[in-house]
């Protein structure tokens, strides 16, 4: 069984089976499809906890606000961090010396497989400074 977010048609479906048709978990999973710890996962997160009740329309807002707020790739890097590791990889510097020396200093702490990451991904045009690394990708 692969992985596929509830939709807002699935969590419908769900609210109808368990609170008006007080089916329980095992055989919402088997009608529709999908694990019973997916069915258990959902209600546990998205059961209002105000009411006490599985409301659909609360779940698929929440769900989305949750998956909004979860960790982006990079997200905490400031500006000045990458300014940083730029004026150092010009310096030839290897991104684990970059990386250990912003920590001696006392600034950003990001790590040099971060900063790797950061050049591969392309991340703020840092791809541009893959040339002053002294050993490429293989």
């Known amino acids: 069984m692969s992985y596929t977010h509830l939709t807002i048609s699935d969590r419908a479906e769900l609210y109808k089976l368990r609170e008006i048709d007080k089916l329980s978990m095992s055989v919402i999973a088997a009608i529709m499809k999908r694990s019973k710890s997916t069915i258990s996962r959902e209600l546990n997160r998205n059961t209002s906890e105000e009411y006490k009740v599985y409301l659909p329309d609360t779940a698929d807002e929440t769900a989305k606000q949750r ?38 200093e006392g600034k950003a702490i990001v790590s040099y497989e971060t900063i790797y990451q950061m050049i591969y991904a392309n991340h703020q045009e840092l791809g541009m400074w893959k040339q002053y690394l002294r050993q490429k990708q293989k």
């Open 67 to 104: 998956r909004e707020k979860a960790k982006g790739r990079f997200k905490r890097i400031s500006a000045t961090t990458i300014e940083e590791v730029k004026r150092g990889l010009e310096q030839y510097h290897s991104p684990e010396q970059i990386a250990g020396r912003m920590k001696q």
